[in-house]
């Protein structure tokens, strides 16, 4: 069931989409040569908890970070290590989510690291690209489907291969919810959009093929090919006449 947000709940709702966007701007500073990812997570944790807000990732099915921090042909749901040591040239996404008053919020983008290839710096404009033209579709009274297929005819036009494994989701009281969201669909199929909805759209794109696979760690999502993957996301919440980004 596609649960409906109240214009308070999703006053809420933006209340925890801000400190999500505050740490994300964070991290596009942050994230540079020689910095780890547990330090980008410290920093993501100390922002979300300074707004008086909780993590929503950290002890999710015991995952063990405040943010995902996936570099280069890691999709998402990449662990924070000392260990792992961003250089010139990566690209991280990095993916969080805050949780306040009763609420959830999420939003990820993928980071160049330094100077980043013609390729990889493609994939990230393009990857972002496919995710405001799907927004830009958002009203009420159009199929989720319509969305979907937003998504899947950009990254098509620029080659690029789609994670069809993983998906976004609706976001509320929980951090997922009805329905999932798929990166490839059909125009006129799905739920219809209405009101009071709050979605989290996330293309995830590879410059390679669609295929993934899960680390040893059991939550890291890699490239098959081992081809960079990036991966951008907004919270919105659907209005009268359109939509609402709530963590820009
Ligand atoms: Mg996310
Ligand atoms: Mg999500």
Redesign the pocket.
């Known amino acids: 069931m596609i649960e409906l947000k109240n214009s308070e709940e999703i006053e809420k709702m933006r209340a925890a989409g801000k400190i999500v966007a505050k740490v994300l701007a964070t991290m596009q500073v942050e994230a540079v040569p020689g910095v780890s990812t547990w330090q980008l997570d410290q920093i993501a944790e100390e922002i979300i908890r300074g707004c008086g807000a909780v993590p929503s990732f950290l002890g999710y099915g015991g995952f063990p970070g405040s943010i995902?921090a996936s570099i280069n042909e890691e999709v998402v749901h990449g662990i924070p290590s000392k260990n792992r040591i961003l250089k010139e040239g990566d690209i991280v996404g990095i993916?969080?989510?805050a949780y306040l008053n009763g609420f959830h919020a999420?939003?990820?983008l993928t980071v160049p690291v330094g100077k980043v290839s013609s390729e990889a710096s493609r994939l990230l404009t393009l990857t972002k690209k496919s995710l405001n033209k799907a927004l830009e579709l958002i009203k009420p009274g159009i199929h989720l489907g319509d969305v979907q297929h937003a998504v899947e005819t950009y990254a098509t036009a620029g080659g690029f291969g789609i994670v069809r494994d993983y998906c976004g989701h609706g976001v509320g009281r929980k951090l997922h919810e009805d329905p999932s969201i798929p990166n490839f669909g059909n125009k006129g199929t799905g739920p219809v959009l209405k009101e009071g909805m709050t979605l989290?759209i996330?293309p995830m794109l590879n410059l390679g093929g669609d295929d993934v696979e899960v680390l040893d760690n059991n939550w890291t999502v890699v490239t098959t090919d081992g081809s960079y993957s990036a991966h951008f996301?907004h919270t919105v919440a659907v209005t009268q006449k359109g939509y609402l980004i709530l963590t820009a």
């Open positions: 995902c993916d969080v989510g999420d939003s990820a989290a996330e996301e």
